[in-house]
């Protein structure tokens, strides 16, 4: 699978959107991108995911480059429940599709 | 509609002594993955089931093992514990859709003395 580059952290002020970056030049055709959050002492949980087309959903919007080597969560209004490690994915269809590749992510802090 | 679950939420383990983690699966998912989390790391895939089978595992010795049950839920063996072995262990439900997403139960916390 493809490597993804994240920042190692960021911060936000509440109520602010935040745009959080994503590198991954060496993707595929194939490779969707998804993006996982895992707050502090919970399993990560399922943001949003995208193939070439800009996202939007109830939770977040994913910007994709046109090129897709690099693609763009944004956070329309952080709130601290937003304060989390935010994952950057790539997956392919076929194969374990339970096989996720986690990197360290950007751990996103949010001041009131 | 359940979450995932898993159990027990934290226990403790000396070393070369075996553990069993379990998880049970979202309702309506056939699919359950298995992950290891250290300190300050992301997840790390150890193995995959569908539908009963073994079919996907990552870099993990084989005294990593599990099994699934005809209701989907999951087991993890773990023998042989090492002190590296400590660690946040997730399983993940999903339906068997190629980019489907994964639902993750809040873990179990092993720790190795």
């Not at chain 1, 996202?55 to 969560?73: C, G, P, Q, Y």
């Not at chain 2, 595992?57 to 072995?85: H, T």
Request: glycine share 8%; charged share 15%.
């Amino acid at each position: 699978d493809a490597k993804t580059t994240q920042p190692n952290s960021m911060e936000s002020n509440e109520e602010e959107p935040v745009h959080l970056p994503c590198n991954h030049s060496t993707i595929s055709g194939t490779d969707y991108i998804h993006w996982y959050r895992q707050l502090p002492s919970q399993g990560p949980e399922y943001v949003i995911h995208g193939l070439t087309s800009n996202v939007n959903n109830r939770m977040a919007s994913l910007a994709i480059a046109e090129d897709r080597k690099s693609s763009t969560l944004i956070l329309h209004r952080a709130t601290l429940r937003d304060a989390a490690v935010y994952y950057c994915i790539l997956r392919q269809p076929g194969g374990s599709q339970g096989n996720l590749i986690f990197g360290k992510g950007t751990k996103l802090s949010v001041k009131p | 509609e359940t979450g995932v679950t898993q159990s027990p939420t934290h226990l403790i383990k000396t070393r070369g002594q075996q553990v069993t983690l379990r998880c049970s699966s979202q309702s309506g998912h056939n699919t359950v993955s298995w992950y290891q989390q250290a300190l300050g790391q992301g997840p790390q895939f150890i193995f995959q089931y569908y539908r009963e089978e073994e079919n996907g595992r990552g870099n993990f010795p084989p005294r990593f093992s599990g099994l699934q049950f005809p209701n989907y839920s999951s087991e993890l063996n773990v023998n042989a514990l090492e002190l590296d072995d400590s660690a946040l262990y997730l399983c993940a439900s999903s339906s068997g859709v190629a980019t489907g997403e994964l639902f993750f139960g809040e873990g179990s916390r092993l720790t190795v003395l």
